[in-house]
């Protein structure tokens, strides 16, 4: 996907259920929440590209999982 989308530039949606991916490929991650799917955050990802599988040692990008697992787990308190 990073290949296809470093070639032609365009803008692509891609629906990942895990937060790691979604972190290495998307520059904006945008959280749902259970049926029915409503938008619970949008994070913006200013990781530096190219990214690999390398960037989960940052702590850019610890900082970043963890402020999604935060956002989503904040949807189910009541």
């Known amino acids: 996907i ?7 530039k365009i803008t692509a949606i891609f629906i990942s ?6 972190i290495i490929l998307g520059d904006r991650i945008i959280l749902l929440s259970k049926r029915p799917g409503t938008i ?3 994070l913006e990802n200013k990781l ?3 990214r690999d599988h390398s960037i989960i040692q ?7 999982k963890k402020q ?5 787990n904040s ?4």
């Open 58 to 64: 940052t702590q850019e990008f610890f900082n970043l």
């Open 75 to 78: 949807s189910f308190e009541t």
């Open 17 to 22: 259920h895990d937060i790691e991916e979604a």
């Open 40 to 42: 619970i955050g949008i």
């Open 2 to 8: 990073l290949d296809i989308w470093n070639r032609k």
């Open 68 to 72: 999604a697992i935060q956002m989503f």
């Open 48 to 50: 530096e590209r190219p």
